[in-house]
């Protein structure tokens, strides 16, 4: 039976049963008003959910919407779906012309933008008038060339923003909530605290550069490093002002979806949690019972419960940022665990409780094994599936149909496991996709694993926006790694995070390291390089004498080769395994190799294992001894600790060497880690140490980051090319300096050419569904599939039968019919890409092999 609704927002085509403007408004309201008031701009994020779709009171949004019967975008502004009926062919001539997040923006700048005088007024009319007006494309670029694109906005004509006749329609309820809101002292005076704070703080950062520069020049000297420095304090400012944009852009963005996907599929409001979380003091519980069973029996054990102590007692310091520097094997991952769930325990009473922790890892491998152990320790049976998630692939596209919108992943956990790209993309990625998960990072606490594998173009983003979110969010973050990479000490003016040694967990990390210390360096370089041959004997030379070895090298290519000529020479010797382990494995796949890397290790059985980086930083394997092609000293680290974790001999060996064919000139941050570590290496040789000593000593490491970030200071501000030449990233977000601002402007931000320009990976990669073991069943299922919310669960399981895969790997593959476009069943448009099974192979995943001969017969 239809439902008579005089004004529809949405419809639901399977009754159809129409969802009304006013109610959809109101429950979006109630959605972004909880979001927001994390930060105590809950009216604010109220009011934005009043009036984001106020255009859909138009005749002409209802016309289209009633002639294409829900079969369309209903949600997007100038993009409705190509299907030609006779049904929807009046919408269809409508296609691009109807606008109806304007209404809103105009609105708002109406009642607020007219008082010149009142500076927070008008930064809250310019910040609310952005987010309605891009809540579904995107944040807009506030001017281009000294053309106010805002203003132009604002003053669009009224015949094809509606405002004049929506405002005759909105309901009496919504129109006195809205002039509450609208002149409530309250939300803004909230609103003004929060600019003050960041003005108060970024001030007192500029107050501290003034005065050290004074001491070292001298007063009045060095002019114009003062006015360099007071204009990085402008532009710290701000970049501030973008990340509260940001935040509400991101709480009215989720709001929207989930409101959405909550009429239009049946169960969904009740599957979401909405931070109905299984309680702190619970999950504690069951890691504290887990955690009493761990035998102290060996000193490395007794070590690893000193720390585990150490991270549960730096939760009674409260809120912050904090350093937790241990050792490779010191049981990490587990302590900053339980300084999460004792810090969030105690969090029970504060006005904003924590509402989730996040894991942040480089690797989805890590993600693999840690979100597993986690569910182990964490999930009964009675709460499958509601405590952790793992969100690591983007096997949607950004421009996603409306229906994949509401599939995008929001973080409705309590834990969830995620990569450093897809943090980063939640707060500097264009359009929409990734940045309704942004407030999920306020009041949370965040722990990043490997916090020295951060992209080093990202450095200053990401100090800036985390001082923001722990600043002004309550927010709290764990910077976990056995090598700091110093990211208090890059330059204070463009942004670096605010601790000090005081903020770190361990209370002697000298002692501690000397204490875990189970590896020896031995620096195996040589003139020339080695050959795949040379190291594939000084490989089987080394098994021989330590039974098992893991080799780690820098790119896939020599993986594969060395593999291949390790594997041919020990064919006759059944009784040594040779095995293979590659980032182009899915999830699942990676699993069943490390699994039988695990149980050959602990039966004592000879094995080789060549990898590339993918082995190292959060993998718990123990070999008892390594090879590691030249790189960073973090990845060194990183590999020291795959051998002899468990302390079994008094000291295992690394060797370092050079292998002659490794190209890393495009894995430009492998190759500054190489030049960098050679400098330190190159020092010890000179003083007498080389192979000999602690080369990974705290000096030397201190020391490597020191050549490190200093060699790549001026790459920190994400440098890109623009219609004005060269510019960065953290200008495009800030000050903006390099575009004409007109004048009376508050925000200056350039947010849609930043989030166009934004990749963590300079060649973002995409996901790829692979025909592996379950992967097989999944696609099958996926075609046939027309659940919704069955297909949410579909994707989810999907992403442990994913590779990620470069554009020019895609696209060679798509040429010659190696992958190929699924869509999703009951949703047109949205797709997903499937690879073709004689691509992908047990011993190396993903056959780059196989794709670059496909590219050589094309040339």
């Known amino acids: 039976m239809m439902n008579q609704v005089e004004y529809i927002s949405h419809i639901r085509d399977k009754e159809p049963r129409f969802q009304s403007v006013e109610t959809h408004l109101l429950e979006t309201a109630v959605l972004a008003k909880r979001y927001a008031s994390v930060v105590g701009l809950g009216k604010i994020g109220e009011l934005l959910g009043l009036l984001h779709d106020l255009g859909k009171y138009s005749s002409d949004f209802q016309q289209y919407i009633k002639s294409s019967s829900g079969f369309c975008d209903q949600d997007h502004d100038d993009d409705i779906c190509s299907q030609r009926t006779e049904k929807n062919r009046q919408a269809l001539s409508m296609k691009g012309k109807i606008d109806h997040s304007t ?116 007063a009045g000297s060095a002019e114009l490093k003062c006015n360099e420095i007071k204009t990085a304090g402008a532009a710290r400012l701000w970049f501030g002002l973008g990340c509260m944009t940001k935040f ?23 599957a979401r949690q909405n931070s109905n979380y299984t309680g702190w003091s619970i999950l504690s519980e069951r890691l504290e019972r887990y955690l009493s069973h761990f035998s102290a029996d060996t000193s490395v054990n007794r ?23 241990v050792p490779t094997g010191g049981g990490k991952t587990l302590a900053s665990m339980r300084f999460a769930l004792e810090l969030a325990k105690r969090s029970a009473d504060d006005a904003h409780p924590i509402e989730r922790i996040i894991y942040v890892l480089p690797y989805t491998t890590i993600i693999d094994q840690n979100a597993a152990k986690a569910r182990e320790i964490l999930e009964p049976e009675s709460d499958r599936g509601k405590i952790v998630l793992e969100c690591h692939s983007n096997l949607l596209e950004e421009n996603e ?119 020896e360096i031995k620096d195996s370089t040589k003139t020339g390089g080695y050959s795949i041959g040379e190291l594939g004997d000084m490989a089987i030379e080394k098994r021989q004498e330590f039974i098992s070895l893991l080799v780690i090298v820098n790119t896939t290519t020599v993986a594969r080769k060395l593999y291949i000529d390790i594997r041919s020479k020990l064919e006759v010797d059944t009784e040594i395994s040779v095995v293979h382990l590659s980032a182009l494995m899915c999830p699942a796949h990676r699993k069943v190799v490390l699994d039988n890397i695990s149980k050959l290790l602990k039966a004592a059985k000879p094995i080789i294992c060549v990898s590339t980086q993918v082995m190292e930083a959060g993998i718990d394997v123990d070999f008892g001894s390594g090879i590691r092609s030249l790189a960073g000293f973090d990845s060194i680290v990183q590999a020291a600790g795959r051998c002899n974790r468990e302390g079994r001999k008094v000291r295992a ?30 020092a010890l040789s000179l003083k007498g140490e080389k192979g000999e000593g602690d080369i990974l000593s705290l000096e030397n490491i201190a020391s490597y980051f020191q050549y490190y970030f200093y060699e790549r200071q001026k790459e920190m501000r994400y440098n890109v090319e623009t219609e004005h030449g060269d510019d960065t990233l953290l200008n495009l977000l800030s000050w903006n300096a390099k575009t004409c601002i007109p004048p009376g402007r508050k925000l200056r931000q350039a947010f849609a050419t930043a989030g166009n320009l934004f990749n ?56 010659h019919v190696g992958v190929y476009k699924q869509s999703l069943c009951g949703m047109s448009g949205t797709e997903v890409w499937i690879l073709m099974p004689e691509f992908y192979s047990e011993e190396f995943g993903l056959s780059t092999a196989q794709i670059e001969k496909l590219k050589l017969e094309v040339t």
Request: hydrophobic share 40%; aromatic share 8%; with cysteine.
């Open 103 to 218: 209404a809103g923006a105009q609105f708002v700048w109406q009642q607020l933008g007219c008082n010149k005088k009142d500076w927070i007024k008008l930064i809250a009319a310019e910040m609310m008038a952005v987010i309605l007006a891009g809540h579904h494309g995107g944040l807009m670029d506030i001017s281009s060339e000294g053309d106010d694109l805002f203003l132009k906005r604002m003053k669009k004509e009224d015949g094809k923003t509606h405002l004049t006749e929506v405002e005759t329609k909105i309901s009496p309820e919504i129109r006195d909530r809205v002039d509450k809101l609208m002149t409530s002292c309250e939300a803004l005076s909230k609103f003004e605290q929060l600019i003050l704070d960041i003005k108060a703080r970024e001030d007192a950062i500029t107050k501290e550069s003034l005065n050290e520069l004074e001491l070292a020049v001298g």
């Open 248 to 270: 509400l852009f991101s709480t009215l963005v989720d709001a929207d979806r989930c409101g959405t996907i909550d009429f239009c599929v049946d169960g969904a409001a009740e």
């Open 303 to 325: 070590i690893r419960r000193d720390i585990s102590d150490s991270c549960r007692d730096a939760a009674q310091r409260g809120r912050g940022i904090f350093t937790l520097t």
């Open 401 to 519: 149909t409306w229906e994949g919108k509401l599939l995008s992943e929001n973080w409705d956990a309590p834990i969830v496991f995620t990569t450093n790209v897809q943090f980063l993309e939640a707060l500097f990625a264009g359009g929409t996709k990734s940045i309704r998960r942004m407030h999920q990072l306020a009041g949370s606490i965040i722990i990043f694993d490997e916090i020295q594998t951060l992209p080093i173009k990202a450095v200053h983003l990401f100090c800036g926006a985390l001082n923001f979110l722990v600043g002004q969010c309550g927010t709290t973050a764990l910077l976990c790694t056995a090598t700091q990479p110093l990211l208090n000490g890059v330059s204070r003016d463009y942004g670096s995070l605010r601790y000090g040694t005081k903020d770190e967990v361990i209370p002697d990390v000298s002692a501690l390291f000397a204490a875990l210390k189970r590896v």
């Open 653 to 682: 060996p690394l060797f370092i060497v050079n292998p002659a064919d490794e190209n890393v000139d495009k894995l430009i941050d492998i190759k500054a880690g190489r030049h960098a570590a050679r400098r330190v290496l190159s």
């Open 760 to 815: 963590v990976i300079d060649a973002p990669t995409k996901g790829v569904i692979v025909q592996y073991g379950e992967g097989n069943e999944l696609v099958g299922q996926l075609a046939l599939e027309d659940d919704f919310a069955a297909v949410k669960k579909l994707l989810h399981r999907a992403q442990r039968f994913s590779v990620n895969v470069y554009p020019y790997q895609l696209d060679t593959l798509y040429e």
